[in-house]
């Protein structure tokens, strides 16, 4: 079974930074496009940013556009989300899913996801 796992969440300053990880620990993520999606509060799950299996096709939602940065080491088995000038609005559970051929958002595009890593932003 395909397993992923997301690492990196905590409290965090408004204004401040987190860097998330998203971990295959049972299969190679080299050949899935990896998205990452946030679910606030009372919220449905959105997608925030994802990035194709080669690193050359990214995407980001205007909610994050500027101010996420997703990456991915392939060596590693991991693809990272950076979080900067963090706001309220950006509380919630983040979570990574994989996909083959996916260039898209949308969560019913990706067939494996991870249990999820809680994010506060808060003073």
């Known amino acids: 079974q395909l397993q992923l796992v997301e690492s990196g969440g905590g409290l965090v300053q408004p204004g401040g930074s987190q860097r998330l990880s998203c971990v295959a620990t049972s299969f190679t993520l080299e050949f899935y496009t990896i998205g990452w999606f946030h679910q606030a509060p009372g919220k449905d799950r959105e997608g925030v940013a994802y990035i194709s299996s080669g690193g050359t096709n990214i995407e980001y939602s205007d909610s994050v556009q500027g101010r996420f940065t997703v990456s991915r080491d392939n060596d590693k088995n991991t693809v990272y989300l950076e979080m900067n000038s963090l706001k309220p609005e950006d509380t919630g559970v983040y979570y990574c899913?994989?996909?083959?051929?996916?260039?898209?958002?949308?969560?019913?595009?990706?067939?494996?996801w991870g249990q999820g890593t809680q994010v506060t932003v808060s003073s």
């Open positions: 899913a994989a996909g083959p051929y996916v260039y898209s958002l949308r969560s019913d595009r990706y067939e494996f």
